[in-house]
């Protein structure tokens, strides 16, 4: 029995090897080998989450590091300082100003109503439209940048700025200013209200003007005050332009156009005065019946006429028509020709501007009364080949060479464009179109002693002095000195009395010129372009003067000779050229 109380036999153990229970609960060797690539792989995804987070928290951090540091910074442009626009003695014409200009930061400014409301009051700003307009510029939250106030005075910006609002600030800027207001308005041209230049010198010469903006960086609080301002750049100034521009001929020649437009009914007027030695303009003058108002008000008023709007230039065309038959030997200052009151010629009628019968007039007289007929007799001598020879020698169909915006090359049709009247209506200054520039500096080649000289309204830019002169002969200086010889007789006791100065030979020509009326459909009855060129000393001249007023129905001789003579006086006394 006692061997019964142990009866339970243990299981007899396999021999040959079997597998542990764990071996049979994993499902054997198989099974370990899965299990461990699980975990594996469990780990690699634990990590590459975890690195992932990892590297967006650190790129988190780095765009909050720089909105912190947009908050906390701003790098500010530091506008150079634009140069002075100078006339010929160093008188200021555009010169920049300084002022403030104010800023905020709209994220920073909680009561947006507020806050434009309390600026406006500092500075000024009265009109409901512009405060309507800040109102709604500082409430936008998204916007980090919003101009307050552009360019105003240094103490309304102080002003603001002791209203102690978070993210208002201020930095220096320009205003462009014109210290003689209209004066030489058309040719000194505007700059823009980020000081650019769009119109006249201001644009020709921007680059030279502007210079080369600086730039610094601001450090702020969280409330947007300034801690500190760290220089990057220092901006470079800009280099000043002295034009060939006499301020005091300038502001005489427009005032006296002025003038002119009201006594004479016209509609606009342009002067022009030259130094024929040096082709120096000394004054380049444009006014209409409205006046200038400044620009963009009025862009009849905005060009500069002188050197952009072409007209039939009538009888002071007739210069060059003698000129060339002198110069090529067909006449002679004396040689007479018997002219008959009127001449028809292809079905076209020439009068002069005076009815007589016939006469027998010189050359020098044909000039004298500026005769018509005379102009066109002499003209069918020379004929088109000469005509357009001379036309081009005296520069006209080119630009001049001043270099200004817009500057119009005239009309000039070439040989195989004429027609039947061209050798009729050309040599008395129809059918073709000129600038006031043009025939300005045709007169001067004439005053020269028959050497032209590239007009010129600048004569120096920061330290370069441009004294080069561009010359070449036009007619020989005898013909040039018979040619003034008959201009002084005109002036003398012929259609240009009313330019006589004094105690001074004036040398000169009157022009009335028919408008065409709008699409070529003939001329404009009893309205002219009345102009007059004149020159003195006749001898030896210094200066070259001419006006032409436009839509007058008045002559030249008695519209725009007296202007040449009040002109002419001013400037040879202004300049002191002796009689």
């Known amino acids: 029995m006692a061997g019964s109380a142990t009866g339970r036999r243990r299981p007899a153990r396999r021999r040959g090897g079997g597998l542990s229970a764990v071996a049979r609960a994993t499902g054997g060797a198989g099974g370990l080998d899965g299990r461990i690539r699980l975990l594996r792989f469990v780990f690699i995804v634990f990590l590459v989450l975890v690195g992932g987070k990892a590297v967006a928290l650190a790129s988190s951090s780095q765009h909050l590091t720089r909105i912190a540091q947009q908050q906390q910074t701003a790098r500010v442009e530091l506008p150079a300082h634009r140069g002075a626009i100078l006339d010929r003695n160093g008188r200021e014409l555009a010169v920049g100003t300084p002022q403030q200009t104010v800023y905020a930061t709209p994220y920073l400014i909680e009561d947006a109503a507020g806050a434009a409301d309390d600026l406006c009051e500092a500075l000024r700003i009265d009109r409901r439209r512009e405060r309507r307009a800040l109102r709604k510029a500082l409430a936008d939250k998204e916007s980090g940048f919003a101009y307050v106030a552009r360019k105003v005075d240094p103490d ?25 207001k209209g004066t ?37 609080d969280p409330a947007g005050r300034a801690l500190k301002t760290l220089p990057e750049a220092e901006p470079e100034s800009g280099a000043d332009v002295r ?22 009914y016209a509609k606009a007027a342009t002067a022009i005065v030259m130094d024929p030695r040096s082709g120096e303009i000394l004054a380049m003058a444009n006014v209409t019946k409205e006046g200038f108002h400044g620009y963009g008000k009025d862009p009849d008023a905005d060009r500069n006429r002188a050197v952009t709007d072409q007209y039939e230039p009538g009888s002071i065309f007739k210069l060059v028509t003698i000129s060339g038959a002198l110069a090529d030997g067909l006449v002679t200052p004396e040689t007479s020709f018997t002219l008959p009151p009127t001449m028809t010629l292809y079905d076209v009628t020439i009068n002069e501007s005076h009815p007589r019968g016939t006469a027998v007039y010189s050359v020098r007289e044909i000039l004298q009364w500026s005769s018509n007929v005379g102009a066109v007799t002499i003209g069918r001598k020379m004929g088109q080949t000469r005509l357009l020879k001379w036309m081009d020698a005296f520069g006209f169909g080119a630009p001049t060479g001043v270099q200004f915006p817009g500057e119009a090359g005239g009309t000039v049709p070439r040989a195989e464009q004429w027609s039947g009247t061209s050798i ?21 080649t004439v005053a020269n002693n028959g050497v032209a000289v590239a007009p010129r309204l600048v004569g120096q830019v920061g330290a370069t002095v441009y004294d080069e002169r561009e010359k070449r002969r036009v007619i020989p200086a005898s ?27 004036v040398a000169g020509k009157t022009g009335t010129a028919e408008m065409p009326l709008p699409g070529g459909g003939g001329y404009a009855e009893g309205v002219y372009v009345a102009s007059f060129i004149g020159m003195a000393p006749a001898d030896r001249p210094r200066l070259v003067v001419l006006v032409a007023i436009d839509g007058t129905p008045m002559y030249g001789g008695d519209a725009a000779a007296p202007a040449v003579q009040k002109i002419m006086r001013f400037s040879l006394q202004h300049l002191e050229i002796a009689p």
Not at 483 to 499: H, P
Request: glycine fraction near 10%; charge should be negative; aromatic fraction near 4%.
């Open 424 to 444: 009729v209506n050309i040599p008395m200054g129809q059918g073709i179109a000129v600038t006031p520039l043009q025939m300005a500096a045709a007169f001067s």
């Open 243 to 264: 034009l060939t521009l006499d301020a005091e001929i300038q502001y005489t020649a427009e005032d006296v156009l002025e003038r002119a437009v009201r006594s004479s």
């Open 184 to 220: 030489a308005a058309q040719v000194l041209g505007l700059a823009g209200v980020d000081n650019q230049g769009l119109a006249g010198i201001e644009l020709l010469y921007d680059k030279e003007l502007s210079g080369v903006v600086g730039s610094e960086t601001i450090v702020r």
């Open 156 to 180: 309304l910006a102080k002003a603001a700025l002791a209203l102690d609002i978070p993210g208002v600030g201020a930095y220096a800027e320009e205003e462009r200013t014109y210290p003689l």
């Open 479 to 505: 013909v040039a000195r018979d040619v003034r010889s008959m201009l002084t007789t005109a002036v003398d006791k012929g259609t240009g009395t009313k330019a006589q100065i004094p105690g001074y030979k």
